[in-house]
């Protein structure tokens, strides 16, 4: 919704050239697709306007007329998408990308594949059951339950603002649950706030749980005194994991000078640094570039697979979403679906993930459809009074009482408003909703 604001205010004047500088990072695949035949509608009632957008999503970049590919401020290459894939032979954009790159940063870049887990049928890490949370009137996540299982790779797929955050804050004990239980390791009440559950989680969030005014060094050695790592042992696990993660070149660096990419990896250098049997990863590669999402991809399945971390993330991207072992489609606090990405394919007889997502979201809608038609008809019997001279009280009280009030109001209300001093620029739910 806050993109399709932004756009509103970015035609209001009608322009001829429309810039929009990665206008989707970061949102779900409904939304996104929403955005894009909206740009698609105005582009028919306007052919002579241009549009120029940049992206880190190469599913979208392949429907466009025209590519610039870049890297580094500077121009790699240009084209129409099928143009480009046929230059590089490659079979989608994601792919032709990384064969345009410099020798030096694609050296070492291979396809990722998943190896399957070892042991199939192990223990529960974690078991959420009728897990729900409100804040106030509103509920963010109603009744979930779900169980993820020692060394699985779990994505968690939704719409922006479902949940899933709030679930995630949960399932590590940040914020305690209205209803419902969570356990870990087939047990352990998971309690806001608790050393030992916290202990055995780590947790890397979408704004990257840095110091940005502390080097690559004092973050890793910061973090291990917060979980009172002793000395020797901290020093000689923050120099595994300074290789393993390649960020010896930065250790000196400051975290808010690194690369996005090299954020991301220290990131989650610090989420694991007390070796977590659990790993929870909230949109860890939302705005990287194709290259750097694959690398941290390298990373997250040699924890799993080679060292039994269970890791349970959240993404926009598909592609990533498919190299789950099992995936869980979430919508307005509820789940819809849970399975391995092929299997909800199938069930939908969808072409892809993304389509069989999104169809899942429009199922239920039409499930609500009836309900909300018939709420719409209960409101339309009981039209509501007008509403001017109350509202006028209102803000003649808030006057009085010294308040600053900025609200965007119809032409006769706007009127009442100048006679009680009040300036009106914006929206004020808080006084409107009563109208």
């Given at each position: 919704m806050k993109q399709k604001v932004g756009l509103c205010g970015a035609l209001v004047h009608e322009p001829d050239l429309l810039i929009l500088d990665e206008p989707t990072t970061g949102v779900d695949p409904l939304s996104r697709r929403q955005f894009w035949t909206l740009i698609d509608d105005i582009r028919k009632g306007r052919p002579g306007m241009s549009v120029v957008i940049s992206t880190a999503y190469m599913d979208e970049a392949q429907q466009w007329d025209w590519i610039v590919a870049m890297d580094a401020g500077r121009v790699l290459a240009t084209g129409t998408p099928a143009e480009l894939m046929k230059r590089t032979n490659t079979r989608d954009l994601e792919q032709c990308f990384i064969a345009l790159l410099p020798e030096e940063k694609r050296a070492g870049h291979k396809e990722i594949t998943i190896p399957p887990r070892v042991d199939a049928k192990s223990e529960i890490v974690i078991e959420a059951?009728?897990?729900?949370?409100?804040?106030?009137?509103f509920t963010a996540v109603d009744h979930v339950s779900l169980s993820i299982e020692r060394g699985e790779i779990f994505g968690f797929l939704g719409s922006n603002g479902c949940g899933?955050?709030?679930?995630?804050?949960?399932?590590?004990?940040?914020?305690?649950?209205?209803?419902?239980?969570?356990?870990?390791?087939?047990?352990?009440?998971?309690?806001?706030?608790?050393?030992?559950?916290?202990?055995?989680?780590?947790?890397?969030?979408?704004?990257?749980?840095?110091?940005?005014?502390?080097?690559?060094?004092?973050?890793?050695?910061?973090?291990?005194?917060?979980?009172?790592?002793?000395?020797?042992?901290?020093?000689?696990?923050?120099?595994?994991?300074?290789?393993?993660?390649?960020?010896?070149?930065?250790?000196?660096?400051?975290?808010?000078?690194?690369?996005?990419?090299?954020?991301?990896?220290?990131?989650?250098?610090?989420?694991?640094?007390?070796?977590?049997?659990?790993?929870?990863?909230?949109?860890?590669?939302?705005?990287?570039?194709?290259?750097a999402r694959d690398s941290f991809w390298e990373l997250l399945i040699d924890l799993s697979r080679k060292q039994g971390v269970t890791i349970f993330v959240t993404t926009h991207f598909m592609n990533e979403a498919m190299r789950c072992d099992r995936i869980s489609l979430m919508h307005a606090g509820k789940v819809l679906a849970c399975d391995a990405p092929q299997k909800l394919i199938g069930e939908r007889g969808a072409d892809t993930l993304e389509d069989a997502f999104i169809g899942t979201w429009k199922t239920l809608l039409a499930m609500l459809r009836p309900k909300t038609k018939a709420r719409t008809r209960q409101r339309s019997a009981h039209p509501r009074r007008p509403c001017s001279l109350q509202l006028s009280q209102r803000l003649r009280s808030a006057v009085r009482a010294g308040s600053v009030l900025f609200a965007c109001l119809p032409t006769r209300t706007m009127r009442l408003c100048r006679s009680a001093a009040i300036r009106c620029v914006w929206p004020l739910p808080s006084l409107v909703q009563h109208c």
């Open positions: 059951k009728d897990l729900t949370r409100r804040f106030g009137s899933k955050s709030t679930t995630m804050k949960m399932l590590t004990g940040l914020l305690p649950p209205t209803e419902g239980t969570a356990a870990l390791f087939g047990g352990q009440s998971i309690e806001a706030g608790s050393i030992e559950v916290r202990n055995h989680i780590g947790y890397m969030t979408q704004a990257f749980s840095l110091y940005g005014e502390l080097s690559v060094r004092q973050n890793l050695v910061l973090d291990a005194r917060l979980y009172h790592i002793p000395p020797d042992k901290a020093k000689a696990r923050i120099e595994e994991l300074v290789d393993k993660f390649g960020l010896r070149a930065h250790l000196d660096s400051l975290a808010e000078d690194l690369p996005l990419g090299m954020r991301q990896r220290l990131s989650l250098a610090v989420a694991v640094l007390h070796e977590p049997e659990l790993l929870i990863l909230d949109e860890p590669t939302s705005g990287v570039d194709p290259v």
